[in-house]
């Protein structure tokens, strides 16, 4: 069974740094994909950042809203996945879920993944 467990999120100024993190069990597959999604309060689930991992090695992809300001890794060791947060703006304000699939699939679509986490807050407000 997979879990994904989400921390990291909290309050910050416009500009501050946060790292969501995303701690992963039951991933068995050398190749998944690992995504991180947010929800504006109003707005539907977007998404934000996406890895896809295969033996061959990893490929990232970032929404333009993200990109240059967004980093996603991940620590083997540790089945973790974490989203660096870099300049953040009241427009990036959201609960921002964590989610996962074994195997292939497009890391933008919500509907290419089959776990999610439970979302961390994350504010940016002065």
């Known amino acids: 069974q997979v879990q994904l467990v989400e921390s990291g999120g909290g309050l910050v100024q416009p500009g501050e740094s946060l790292r969501l993190s995303c701690a992963a069990s039951?991933?068995?597959?050398?190749?998944?994909?690992m995504g991180w999604f947010r929800r504006a309060p109003g707005k539907e689930r977007e998404f934000v950042a996406g890895m896809s991992v295969t033996e061959a090695g990893a490929w990232s992809v970032y929404a333009d809203s993200v990109r240059g300001r967004f980093s996603i890794s991940k620590d083997n060791a540790k089945d973790t996945v974490f989203l660096q947060m870099n300049s953040l703006e009241p427009a990036d304000t959201a609960v921002y879920y964590c989610?996962?699939?074994?195997?292939?699939?497009?890391?933008?679509?919500?509907?290419?993944?089959?776990?999610w986490g439970q979302g961390t807050q994350v504010t940016v407000s002065s």
């Open positions: 039951g991933l068995t597959s050398d190749s998944y994909i």
């Open positions: 989610a996962a699939r074994s195997g292939s699939g497009n890391v933008q679509v919500i509907q290419a993944y089959d776990h």
